[in-house]
Every structure is written in structure tokens, then in C-alpha cells.
């Protein structure tokens, strides 16, 4: 059933309500056997799209309630609904809630009230792309967006300031240049990320390029893989130099050399995690499974299948692979993987498993020599994943020019320019320098990460990206930090600038400002987070810190760091565990803010 545009001016909730009562109406036709686009109640549904509507059925059956997100799936599915699209397109109209949330299949987000337009995100598996669709986007987004990119936590491209108008041009536009924004958004398998340095890593134990390219082929080619019960994400490590953040998602497939003696072919195979959500504290748990890589796409598909059909479509807030886990065990969720698989598992103990390589968290910024002899990848620092587009156009000339035609995006919010040979580095740092960026940068502005913030999000409590860079402005002149120290800075519980695994994070609240006062923008500061071997969740030393006093707060943080710590050698994180909230704010208040 197509629910048409109202005419009437309505508010958005009240538009929210009709919609949902419209929806609720047809399903109570469907259940009744009256017809209106299911045909009978006892026809079994068919199709690509059969296997989201029988796990929906099973939920009205049971007697709950859909949450309106499957609603919308269920009353149209947002692939058929593009010619509406168009439609709006052409009346430069805004979408109703409904069609919000189906536009998001398009990688379109209307922002509003933060910006009465949308935001388009795109595809980008393993975050590689080439010189001229970096180009290419680049005249996109001035034509028809805001000037300006930014790179995201997965390795991605996000454009902003779409007016209505301009939307279906634009993802078309993209499909142009041989790019793609389909499925980047709302209840489908986002962006696939892998090491950024695949296939010129001195260290890497596998390229992933090859297998993060599968799975986004067999994604984008599967409708039968759109309109899971929430988001998914997974990431391939090849055990390179810089980190992926593999262990923050629902599917982590880690690189791991196996010893010869324990029953299966030695070499090296993907260690299998799952249930990665960092913005509801858990980590990907590993357990013995380990996964060959030819065949990472077959497990990654069979998982997928399985949260399909136990996903919880009747709360958002516990609608992730998680809370699956959580509710049924890993192992019982193993065993129904394995029957969809029709094989089991191949399993080794953790003595199997070689150590891994070491990652480097300074390898995304500066030159790094190569595994190919005479060649070198140039990690350009983007002001918190910010990219101009006559910046854009600069640095896809030195990636044609100097290097070997690619532009790799890092989960670090910025990007590496590859294949450039010895004898012209320098070059390419003065080129790199002409255009406005950095191919330095300090061991507190290497590692600040922001969100996009209130500016261009509507869950966003503060304007994160102008926090982010006061921090980086106020404490980079004042503390000498001679280690690497993250500090992530993110606007809700959505947490996607992952400020829990951060070595200072923080995270948006409205913060009480007195009696008879708008509260104002705050946050609270966590410590201690870490990922990698050192994966945990931080805990809270500052609750209701006003934005204003952010950067001074954090600057006494790394000036008691540098005090206290019990050698030279320690890092931020391991002092930061070492002392509990009280003692960190003690030590962090007997300093002095210059």
C-alpha cells in the first residue's frame, strides 16, 4: 500500500502518527484475509523480501508491536519508492518521517532541524578509491552540496547540505563516477572497511582489498540483504601497521597466522568475532573459531541470515547482533550458523595462533616506507576528517601525479596517499602543504576524532567538531606529549566517534547551567578506553564538564599524565587504569593551566 503525500500542513509527529495509524490499518486488512497488497493472510510471502516479512510476522503473531521503522519497510519497500524520490526531487520538497528513514537506502539523510537538507554517505569497501572519483566527488559536492567532504570512523566519504532539489542528482552523480551510496544508511550492512595499507604493508599478514570487495559486491547484488532489524557492520584486518577498530563491530574478521600441529592447515586465516558495539560497551568476543579467507563472505553471509530471523524488530534500542547474543549465547547462535552453513566450524585452541604485528598508532600520518622497494604511502591529516574541494582536487593531482592513483581513507578520519616513490616525497609534502594540509602533525592532533555534531546532526547534544578542535587549538601549545594519546569527542549515545575506547573520551550532554538558565552544552569524560589488545571500555572522571571548560580540563588530564607516570616509557592509557576517577580529577585539578 502507497501512502501519499499529505496535503495538509501537519507537523512532523502528527505526520508520524497518520502514517503509523495508516500502516496499522493495512496490516489489520493483511491479518483479516481483506486484501490490500499481501494478497491472502495464509499466502506465504515470496521474494527477496520474504524473509524480513516472515520475521515480522512472527512478531505481530506473537502479539508485539513493530517498531515504525518496520512499518515503513513493510508498507513499501524504499527501493520501489525511488520515483517518489524523484518526485520530491523535482518539487524541492523535504521527505515525511516515513520516507526520511526509506531514503536512507540511498544513502540520503534529511537532517533537519540541524539542516534543512540532506547528508549523503557512500560505499567505499576497504575505504580505496581513485584519483579521479575522489575528483569527481569533488566537483560533485561543490555543484550541489556544501564546498567540502568528510571522512568518516569507517573509512568513508560523507557530502553535506544537499538541498531536496539536488539529491537524486547527486547518488546519481556518484553512480557515475563509479561509486555508489545504496544501503549506507538506515537497517543495512554499512560500509565495509579493511586495513588502509592492504597490499603495501610491510608487516600485513593478508591483503583484505579482495575480501572486503566481495562482501560488498555480494551485498550490493542481494536485496534479500537490505532491511535487517538494525545497522551491521563488518571489517576485515590484515594485521598491517594501522588499526581497523575491527573488534567495534558486529562482524570482525582478524588475520591470524596458525601454527603447524594443531590439526589444520597451517598459514594464515581469519580469527572470527562477533557482536563488536563500542557505543554499547562491548567489544566483538572471540572464541576458537577461525574462518579461511576464500570463505569469509559464505560466513559472513550465513551470520547475517541468523540475526535476520532472531533480530528484535520490536525495540530499536536492542535490535543489534549483541543483543541476540546476549539473549540466546554465542555458541547456541553458533550452531545455527552452522547449519545454514551446512558445515561446522574449524576450531584451534589460542596456543594455535601466532602473535600479531603490532600496529603503530602514529602510521596514518607522515611517510612510511613500503613493502614494494622505493615506494612510500604520505598519511595526510585532515582537520578533524574535514576536506575542501579544491583540497579534494589538489590531492587527487599528487595521487595521479606522484603516487599510484589512489586515495585510501583510514578510520582515523583522514588519508593516505600511496605509491609515491623516494625521490618524490618531497615533492608531494610542498604539494600537500601548497593546498592548505599536513603531512605532520602532533601526538594530540593525530589522534582527535569528532563526529559531525549538533552543526549537522540531529541527535548530536553539542557542536562536537568546534569542541574537538578548541581541545586540539588550547592543549597543543601548552602540553609537550611525547606519546601518542587519542581523544575522541562524539555527540550521543550513537557514539560514533567511539569516545569509549578512546584514550580521554567524551560524549555530549545538556549540562545544567543554574536556575533560570538553558542548559548548555557539556559533556562527560571518560579515560582508560582502548582497542586492539588493549580493548576496554574507559570510565567516567568528569560528569556535566560545560564545553567551555573542555580544554582545560583535558589539558590538566595530560599534564598529570606527565607528571605521574611511572616512567617515560608508560603510556597515556596504562596511567589512566592505573587511578580511578576520584584520583584522576585530584591530580588533573593540582595542575596549572597555562
Partial sequence: MKIEPLSVDFSDEQKRYLEGFTTGLQISRVGRGLGGGAAKASAEPTGPDA??????????????????????????????????????????????????????????????????????????????????????????????????????????????????????????????????????????????????????????????????????????????????????????????????????????????????????????????????????????????????????????????????????????????????????????????????????????????????????????????????????????????????????RGLAKIARDLGDGEIRLTVWQNLLIPGVRNENVELAIAAIKTIGLAVEASHIRAGLIACTGNAGCRFAASNTKRHAAEIGDWCEPRVAMDKPVNIHVTGCHHSCAQHYISDIGLIAAKVDAGEDVDPVEGYHLFTGGGFGPDADVGHEVYHDLKAEDAPKTVEKLLKAYLTHRSSPDEPFLSFARRHDGETLRKLADAEASA
Fill in 51 to 392: 524473509v524480513h516479512i516472515k520475521a515480522q510476522d512472527k512478531v505481530i503473531a506473537s502479539g508485539k508491536k513493530l517498531v515504525d521503522q518496520e512499518k515503513f519497510k513493510r508498507d513499501e519497500h524504499p527501493f520501489d519508492a525511488y520515483p517518489r524520490l524523484k518526485q520530491q526531487a523535482l518539487d524541492n520538497a523535504p521527505p515525511s518521517p516515513a520516507d526520511n528513514f526509506r531514503w536512507r537506502y540511498f544513502g540520503l539523510f534529511y537532517v533537519a532541524p540541524a539542516q534543512d537538507s540532506y547528508m549523503s554517505r557512500l560505499r567505499i569497501p576497504n575505504g580505496i578509491l581513485k584519483h579521479w572519483q575522489f575528483a569527481g566527488l569533488a566537483d560533485l559536492a561543490e555543484e550541489l552540496c556544501g564546498p567540502y567532504s568528510h571522512v568518516t570512523t569507517r573509512a568513508n566519504l560523507q557530502v553535506r547540505e544537499i538541498p531536496p532539489k539536488n539529491a537524486v542528482k547527486l547518488i546519481e552523480g556518484i553512480q557515475d563516477l563509479g561509486l555508489c551510496s545504496r544501503g549506507s544508511g538506515a537497517d543495512n550492512i554499512r560500509n565495509v572497511t579493511g586495513t588502509p595499507t592492504a597490499g603495501i604493508d610491510p608487516q600485513e599478514l593478508l591483503d583484505t582489498r579482495a575480501y572486503a570487495r566481495e562482501w560488498h559486491y555480494h551485498i550490493l547484488n542481494d536485496r534479500s540483504l537490505y532491511g535487517l532489524p538494525r545497522k551491521f557492520n563488518v571489517a576485515f584486518d590484515g594485521g598491517g601497521r594501522i588499526a581497523v577498530l575491527e573488534e567495534t563491530n558486529d562482524i570482525a574478521f582478524t588475520a591470524v597466522d596458525v601454527k603447524d600441529g594443531f590439526g589444520v592447515e597451517p598459514g594464515v586465516w581469519f580469527r572470527l568475532g562477533l557482536g563488536g558495539i563500542t557505543g554499547h560497551k562491548d567489544f566483538a568476543k572471540y572464541s576458537d573459531i577461525i574462518v579461511k579467507p576464500e570463505e569469509a563472505t559464505k560466513v559472513a553471509d550465513a551470520i547475517v541470515r541468523v540475526f535476520i530471523d532472531l533480530g528484535d524488530r520490536t525495540n530499536r534500542n536492542k535490535a543489534r547482533l549483541k543483543y541476540v547474543l546476549d539473549g540466546i549465547g554465542h555458541d547456541q547462535f553458533l550452531k545455527l550458523v552452522e547449519e545454514r552453513l551446512k558445515q561446522p566450524f574449524t576450531r584451534v585452541p589460542t596456543e594455535a595462533l601466532a602473535p600479531r604485528p603490532l600496529t603503530d598508532r602514529m602510521a596514518h600520518i607522515g611517510v612510511h616506507k613500503q613493502k614494494q622497494e622505493g615506494l612510500n604511502w604520505i598519511g595526510v591529516s585532515l582537520p578533524l576528517g574535514k576536506v575542501t574541494c579544491e583540497q579534494m
